[in-house]
């Protein structure tokens, strides 16, 4: 066992971890206030090649792999949470999605542009009435000739007002639930395309997120993902992507936590001596830290079972599972131990807290993923275990697509 | 054009200052896990080179000195952009004085090949040495120009800005030379691209040992040291807070600038 970076891996993550320190932890509290979109940072992002960084070279990428991809997410948020959401979502969904299920032309066509920031990436699922139950949107695609008539409206879509595609998913077919569902690429500036509200959040409030409003809206055949009603697979098996990504924005964030906490209880002073002198301190801090560091592994190994090209639906769950709600007792914490200074817009902690409240709900609410790991566990027949520890039958089970779910909580399949 | 800088990894100056360790006997800082750079200055050298082969064309090539580890350092070079990099690395040329140092560089510079230009930083990140800019053009046998920000060409020779006290000169000199770099607004240490990053992973760098540098123990290693560091010690700071009474903003003004005339602070 080896738990030690590549060189590219370690490369990667110091430029990046540079780079947020000295270009993006400075405006991070600003952008948050204003409510204003990084624009600026992203760009300057990708002029690094940060975003699109796993697609290939010849589709204009850097060709890293998911663990190196994680490792610069996890220091984008520490330094900008909200930043990192916007890189997470353009990356490991957008991006991700088409290289691994687009046409070659798709593929010429965004992903260059993708990778070079001309345009933004975005992916959009979730309905006024279909979250966590995704397979039952009501979004319709109608086939009229050589363009599809999408109708609907899609809710809380990250980078929604700001993207210049969008991976979007409806029904072709609402007789057949999951099965019925289709993916495609959808320009803003098709007919019938508008953008709706865009909605005011608890935290993440630099990021943009908006509701897309379809009606009539004309997207070529051409734009279509895949076949007609294999649009839940696609979104399944990138999500498994997008969940290490958010693994990662929470341990970033919760990285944050600690370094803040640390620093201000080595510099606040209570009862004649710093606050870290104190063991109810202490334990915290450690305890942070100690959860942290098994976020970090969670994560890290998710991706590093992913770039094996190994089943890691249940990692990514696990990871995501415990990442985003160790980063809210980080967050907690660090309030706590900051004091009354913690509930103040003068320290950082105040908006550690408010941008991981949601890590626990986005990507896969923390139920969610614990459906997935439990019912990997008490699969009937899980095949054998990938881990090189786990020799016994039943210890890290991975299985296919579960039938008739019709949820985010389809289990294993779905990787391409 | 071919430009060689020479690299030196040290620890992270930014590391919090309760994390440095000094090893007694050695009298040398402990890295043991520590976070581990390219000396700042080094960096401002890579910046030059790059910036000199996007106008001119060439190539640049990294060289350091250092423990296995400082292939770490090479390939940082590499991800700056650098198209090249050797590493020395042999624990008995580490334990060299700058003397030694400039001699092994000097070595492995001429294996390389002479360049048209040598670079180096003009203060080495950890020990704060000056010399080595110098002693290598010395042991190389090359004009060398010192405390430079930027080399430009001109008529097939170098215009370099040379930053001197309140100004800066202009120093023209033919190639080969040796440079040694300072830091200013031109020469900002530019971000590695992830593209970049992903082909130095990949490309090998020689490493070479004393041996492959026909090196003798004569002119190298801690027997052939010319300067012994008698004594470390890493200073004790000690913060004090004075609080000055005053009942106006101009009375505190003035007992605070009394206070500081009186600590010779102004």
Same mark, same amino acid.
């Given at each position: ?162 993207? @210049?595609?969008?991976?979007?998913? &409806?029904?072709?077919? !609402?007789?057949? /639930?999951?099965? %019925? =569902?289709? #993916?495609?690429? +959808? ?41 007609? @009603?294999?649009?839940?697979?696609? &979104?399944?098996?990138? !999500?498994?992507? /997008?969940?290490? %990504? =958010?693994? #990662?924005?929470? +341990? ?165 | ?266």
């Amino acid at each position: 066992m080896n738990f030690e970076l590549t060189d590219a891996q370690r490369l990667i993550r110091d430029t990046v971890r540079e780079f947020a320190d000295k270009e993006l932890a400075p405006l991070a509290a600003e952008l948050d206030r204003l409510k204003r979109y990084p624009e600026k940072p992203l760009q300057r992002l990708a002029e690094l090649g940060v975003l699109g960084m796993t697609v290939p070279p010849e589709y204009g990428g850097a060709g890293a792999d998911t663990v190196s991809s994680c490792l610069a997410l996890m220091e984008i948020s520490r330094a900008c949470a909200s930043t990192g959401v916007a890189v997470s979502l353009h990356n490991t969904l957008t991006c991700e999605i088409i290289y691994r299920h687009g046409t070659e032309a798709q593929r010429r066509r965004y992903l260059p542009a993708l990778c070079r920031g001309q345009i933004l990436g975005a992916f959009s699922l979730t309905e006024p009435t279909s979250g966590s139950d995704a397979a039952s949107l009501r979004t319709t695609a109608t086939r009229r000739g050589e363009q599809y008539l999408l109708n609907g409206t899609k809710l809380f879509v990250t980078n929604g007002s700001r993207a @210049g595609v969008i991976i979007l998913f &409806a029904s072709t077919d !609402l007789s057949r /639930g999951d099965k %019925g =569902i289709t #993916a495609f690429l +959808v320009e803003p500036s098709v007919p019938g395309f508008r953008i709706g509200k865009r909605e005011e959040k608890m935290g993440l409030r630099a990021s943009d997120t908006a509701e897309l409003v379809l009606e009539d809206c004309q997207v070529p055949v051409e734009n279509r993902i895949g076949e007609e @009603g294999e649009g839940f697979k696609v &979104a399944l098996s990138s !999500l498994v992507t /997008g969940r290490a %990504g =958010i693994a #990662a924005q929470a +341990v970033g964030i919760a990285q944050a936590c600690l370094e803040a906490s640390v620093r201000y209880a080595r510099e606040r002073r209570q009862f004649g001596q710093p606050i870290a002198e104190f063991q109810a301190i202490q334990w915290k801090l450690a305890n942070m830290a100690t959860e942290i560091e098994a976020a970090r592994l969670l994560t890290l190994r998710a991706a590093a079972q992913k770039d094996r090209g190994l089943p890691c639906t249940m990692e990514a769950s696990m990871a995501k599972l415990f990442a985003s709600e160790a980063a809210n007792r980080a967050a907690a914490d660090a309030v706590q131990i900051h004091g009354g200074y913690g509930y103040l817009q003068d320290f950082p902690v105040e908006r550690y807290m408010r941008d991981a409240r949601v890590l626990t709900i986005y990507e896969g609410t923390s139920e969610i993923h614990r459906l997935i790991i439990a019912r990997q566990l008490l699969s009937p027949s899980p095949p054998p275990s990938p881990h090189p520890w786990g020799e016994g039958k039943g210890e890290g089970p991975q299985g296919g697509p579960e039938e008739g779910m019709g949820a985010w909580c389809v289990r294993g399949g779905g990787e391409p | 054009m071919h430009i060689i800088v020479c690299i030196k990894q040290i620890i992270d100056p930014e590391i919090p200052a309760d994390q440095f360790k000094l090893d007694p006997n050695s009298m040398r800082q402990l890295r043991g896990g520590l976070s581990l750079v390219i000396s700042a200055y080094d960096q401002n050298a890579l910046e030059v080179a790059l910036q000199l082969r996007e106008k001119v064309g060439g190539k640049v090539t990294a060289l350091c000195l250092g423990e296995s580890g400082a292939m770490g350092a090479i390939k940082s070079a590499l991800g700056m952009g650098v198209d090249d990099g050797f590493l020395v690395s042999d624990q008995p040329l580490l334990e060299s004085d700058p003397f030694g140092v400039a001699h092994v560089l000097a070595k492995a510079i001429q294996k390389i090949g002479v360049p048209d230009l040598v670079l180096t930083g003009c203060v080495s990140g950890d020990t704060g040495d000056k010399v080595m800019g110098p002693l290598l053009a010395e042991a190389l046998g090359l004009p060398c120009v010192t405390f430079v920000s930027k080399v430009e060409v001109k008529d097939g020779k170098a215009l370099v800005r040379r930053i001197v006290e309140d100004g800066y000169e202009l120093v023209e000199a033919a190639f080969p030379l040796a440079v040694s770099i300072i830091s200013d607004d031109s020469n900002v240490p530019r971000y590695s691209k992830l593209r970049d990053i992903m082909a130095a992973a990949k490309k090998q760098v020689p490493t070479w040992k004393a041996a492959d540098l026909g090196l003798e123990g004569a002119r190298v290693g801690v027997g052939a040291a010319r300067l012994q560091v008698q004594d470390v010690s890493i200073p004790q700071r000690e913060s004090k807070c004075e609080i000055l009474d005053g009942e106006t903003p101009e009375e505190r003004a003035e007992g605070l600038a009394l206070r500081l005339r009186e600590l010779k602070v102004i």
